[in-house]
């Protein structure tokens, strides 16, 4: 795909990379589908629950450190910000650095909204200049900006001469796109137009998307065996840094929906390598990542000793405890750069994927490759239901309830609390390094294996609770459900 960074503007990813947000089958038929070209996205004509993708994209941003957020538009948009503010200084300080981000909501009125109010976030962007003295500028749109036609751009473009500091137009109006992983790439358009400058040197550093960097230490220590230094990205990055990532060796990322569009943009604009591999989840995606990064790195032989010394001390831990996870069932409801990760990870340990749900699929990536993570899983000829649905949860408690899974594994709270109160097992998935590499793999088995041999908590809970979804709303859809999943791949409403 040809990036276009003199364009403040990025296609979602329904119109750039064929995504979509509906989908009931199996893995081999969607892989196929997407392989041919013939995968299309299946509408629905009821929605429980979305998400907007500014959140996506302004949190990215604001955890950069010492810049500023304008959200332009009404206060229920910028609502978002407080848990970003949250967020960026609780993570500053687990870091032990200071951030001065500050994350400022125009606050538009049934006045603005009439008649535009392009004069007020000019003065906006001057004071928040004045007063906080950011080292970038990040103004974003919203719906109501976007259905009056607010010029952002031209505001943005007069004030440069005004502002020493880089200051650009983020366009993230939540209507654009139904998938909330487009507002990853709009922030990851915003650095790369930006904020990331021209080489100067090649240094050996290696870039490396994540969200909140919890493994930071061990990964810094692990990369010091190959001489590389990573770079975090963007959770407490400073505007230095960012400007200079096209002088790194190679970009990769902790998942292949948030790092995708930085990783190809840098390749593509600055021939910084991005390393397309499955993730570094399990043994087979660390290795086949160390030894990606080890090749295009030139460090091959410092790659094969340190996986040789890592194998010698956990595999056989690893081996020892797959004996007692043979033979479970799961279920994962998960982000796609998630899902079939880890899917590959429970079957690495002899767990059953009984059905995986992704909350979007992207049937390609921006270099027109079926991810990395599909290829695999089709290769090793592992199959399974699947289904693509942006979080809708009746429909992950229809296929509880049918498949009665030993577990439910999700990333996101919102759908993991159901499956407990289900009286289900579930494991929430929620720091990105929780199967990360040897030794993380061997704790997620040993967090699997506690689900499962205490489930008093599910148990009691689910005794308890009284769900909406009750027996009679089951037999009214279940089987209509599956049926249409094995018949036709149309999602029913
Ligand atoms: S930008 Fe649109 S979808 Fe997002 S919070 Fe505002 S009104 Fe809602």
Same mark, same amino acid.
């Given at each position: ?11 979602? &990813?329904?119109? &750039?990379?064929? @995504? ?99 004069? @007020? ?18 103004? @974003? ?101 960012? @400007? ?219 005794? &308890? ?29």
């Amino acid at each position: 795909m040809a990036f276009n960074l003199e364009s403040s503007n990025v296609a979602t &990813r329904e119109n &750039r990379i064929g @995504s979509i947000t509906g989908y009931i089958g199996s893995l081999s038929d969607l892989a196929n589908q997407s392989k041919c070209g013939t995968l299309k996205g299946c509408s629905r004509c009821f929605s429980q629950s979305s998400s907007c993708l500014s959140t996506c994209a302004l949190n990215q941003l604001s955890a950069i450190r010492d810049v500023a957020i304008i959200h332009h538009g009404p206060a229920g948009c910028s609502v978002a910000g407080a848990n970003a503010y949250y967020l960026d200084k609780v993570m500053a300080r687990k870091r032990g650095v200071t951030t001065s981000t500050v994350y400022v909501g125009t606050d538009m009125n049934e006045n603005d909204t009439i008649f535009g109010s392009a004069e @007020s976030l000019r003065k906006i962007i001057l004071e928040v200049n004045r007063r906080y003295s950011p080292k970038a500028i990040f103004v @974003s749109s919203s719906c109501a900006t976007g259905i009056i036609g607010e010029d952002i751009d031209s505001i943005v473009d007069d004030v440069k001469t005004e502002i020493d500091v880089p200051i650009v137009a983020v366009h993230c109006e939540g209507f654009k796109s139904r998938i909330w992983a487009t507002g990853f790439d709009i922030s990851d358009h915003a650095v790369l137009s930006s904020i990331v400058k021209p080489p100067k040197q090649k240094r050996n550093t290696i870039n490396f998307k994540n969200f909140y960097e919890s493994a930071r230490p061990e990964i810094i220590e692990m990369f010091k065996n190959f001489d590389l230094e990573p770079i975090f990205l963007y959770c407490n990055s400073t505007v230095e840094e960012l @400007s200079r990532l096209s002088e790194s060796l190679a970009t990769t990322c902790i998942c292949g929906t948030l790092g995708n569009y930085l990783g190809n943009g840098l390749e593509e604009k600055y021939g910084v390598p991005y390393i397309r591999t499955i993730n570094p989840l399990g043994i087979a995606g660390f290795e086949a990542w160390l030894r990606e990064i080890g090749r295009v790195t030139g460090r091959e032989a410092a790659v094969e000793k340190y996986i040789e010394e890592q194998r010698a001390v956990y595999l056989p831990q690893i081996e020892e405890i797959k004996k007692e996870l043979k033979g479970l069932r799961a279920v994962l409801g998960m982000g796609p750069g998630y899902t079939f990760e880890v899917s590959r990870v429970l079957n690495e340990l002899g767990i059953e994927v009984v059905w995986a749900l992704a909350w979007h699929y992207d049937k390609k990536y921006e270099n027109g490759d079926v991810p990395p993570s599909m290829q695999y899983l089709l290769e090793n000829d592992v199959d399974f239901e699947a289904s693509v649905a942006d979080q809708q949860n009746y429909e992950v408690m229809n296929i509880l309830n049918q498949y009665q899974p030993d577990l439910y594994l999700s990333r996101h709270p919102g759908s993991t609390v159901w499956a407990i109160k289900n009286g289900t097992p579930a494991v929430y998935v929620a720091d990105e390094y929780m199967i990360f590499g040897y030794k993380h793999t061997l704790e997620f088995a040993q967090s699997v294996l506690d689900s499962i041999h205490n489930r008093s908590f599910e148990k009691n809970l689910a005794r &308890r609770v009284k769900l909406p979804y009750t027996d009679w709303w089951y037999q009214q859809n279940v089987d209509k459900f599956l049926e249409e999943a094995k018949t036709n791949g149309k999602v029913v409403g």
